[in-house]
T-cell receptor, first 113, second 112 residues
Framework: GENVEQHPSTLSVQEGDSAVIKCTYS??????FPWYKQELGKRPQLIID?????GEKKDQRIAVTLNKTAKHFSLHITETQPEDSAVYFC????????????FGQGTTLQVKP | EAGVTQFPSHSVIEKGQTVTLRCDPI?????LYWYRRVMGKEIKFLLH????????ESGMPNNRFLAERTGGTYSTLKVQPAELEDSGVYFC??????????FGQGTRLTVV
């Protein structure tokens, strides 16, 4: 069935360092890949997304890369700050179908001051 | 613009009781989704509405779960009778284009 694997499950970095979270998806028909950030007690918030016709997308300190052949996509956060600490979820979907999101297991990122 | 709103934020019920969760999507969003996160695991899809019609309910765990979206506006998810394994956080999300989905804050359901 449809599946998204996310690694690592936890990640601890020093403030100012970079953080990378990796995901692999199984459904080759997936063509939309959003990333959500969930701070403690708050709602998951969309922070960046990428469509399958693009290999990389950047938004300030956040970037996402996609390798369709390998069915891998990654989130890169540069110059991390304590407020980046949260649980990050990757997801894959087919908007042309129902658009339901298949989520990875989540990565708890801790940025130490 | 108001975001996705869910009620209640928390609910503690006894096994065998009934609970109804409510979701008010962003106005104008035809697509409404229910998801659930159990015990720190991944967020799992439950079902998808387009307006008042169920498009995909493949993620619904069993027939103790019933979702409705009368009039294509707000949606309810009823669990009857609740079991211990139903505990978790239930999220609602809405979307205009089946891409960017905006989530509510979730309802934390605890069945004791």
């Amino acid at each position: 069935g449809e599946n998204v694997e996310q690694h690592p499950s936890t990640l601890s970095v020093q403030e100012g360092d970079s953080a990378v979270i990796k995901c692999t998806y199984s459904d080759s028909a997936s063509n939309y890949f959003p990333w959500y950030k969930q701070e403690l007690g708050k709602r998951p918030q969309l922070i960046i997304d990428i469509r399958s016709n693009v290999g990389e997308k950047k938004d300030q300190r956040i970037a996402v890369t996609l390798n369709k052949t390998a069915k891998h996509f990654s989130l890169h956060i540069t110059e991390t700050q304590p407020e980046d600490s949260a649980v990050y979820f990757c997801a894959a979907s087919r908007p042309s179908n129902t658009g339901k999101l298949i989520f990875g297991q989540g990565t708890t990122l801790q940025v130490k001051p | 613009e108001a975001g996705v709103t869910q009620f209640p934020s928390h609910s503690v019920i006894e096994k065998g009781q009934t609970v109804t969760l409510r979701c008010d999507p962003i106005s104008g969003h035809d697509n409404l989704y229910w998801y659930r996160r159990v015990m720190g695991k991944e967020i799992k899809f439950l079902l998808h509405f387009v307006k008042e019609s169920k498009q995909d309910e493949s993620g619904m765990p069993n027939n103790r779960f019933l979702a409705e979206r009368t009039g294509g506006t707000y949606s309810t998810l009823k669990v009857q009778p609740a079991e211990l394994e139903d505990s978790g956080v239930y999220f609602c999300a809405s979307s205009q284009d089946r891409r960017a989905a905006f989530f509510g804050q979730g309802t934390r359901l605890t069945v004791v």
